[in-house]
Nanobody, 127 residues
Framework: QLQLVESGGGLVQAGGSLRLSCVAS????????MGWFRQAPGKEREFVAA???????????DYADSVKGRFTISRDNARNTVTLQMNNLKPEDTAVYYC?????????????????WGQGTQVTVSH
């Protein structure tokens, strides 16, 4: 069983930056896909970014259009971590951010392929 724990959320002003981290424990997770999703109050959960490993060292990345050019996902298989660097944050980025992991190589933002989910971390961007 894989456990995911997110950290790094908080309150930031518009235009600022935050870095979210997700640590996987329970077993080594050097393959598969790791992603970030978010859910704002009253809205459905939406895809943010994903990193799909196609070797032990390389991975493909996908981003939602709303975060392209502002957010960067990266993963460190040696540390079983995935991070989300968020720059130029906007109030509409306010949400609970969830880390997720899937046991296969997946592109795109289909949440149904993910097998494991973290508890989430709150990101609030003020005007």
């Amino acid at each position: 069983q894989l456990q995911l724990v997110e950290s790094g959320g908080g309150l930031v002003q518009a235009g600022g930056s935050l870095r979210l981290s997700c640590v996987a424990s329970g077993r080594t997770f050097s393959s598969g896909t790791m992603g970030w999703f978010r859910q704002a109050p009253g809205k459905e959960r939406e895809f943010v970014a994903a990193a799909a490993a196609y070797s032990s060292s390389f991975y493909s990345t996908d981003y939602a259009d709303s975060v392209k050019g502002r957010f960067t996902i990266s993963r460190d298989n040696a540390r079983n971590t995935v991070t989300l660097q968020m720059n130029n944050l906007k109030p509409e980025d306010t949400a609970v951010y969830y880390c997720a992991a899937a046991n296969g190589y997946y592109r795109g933002g289909d949440s149904n392929v993910y097998n494991y989910w973290g508890q989430g971390t709150q990101v609030t961007v003020s005007h």
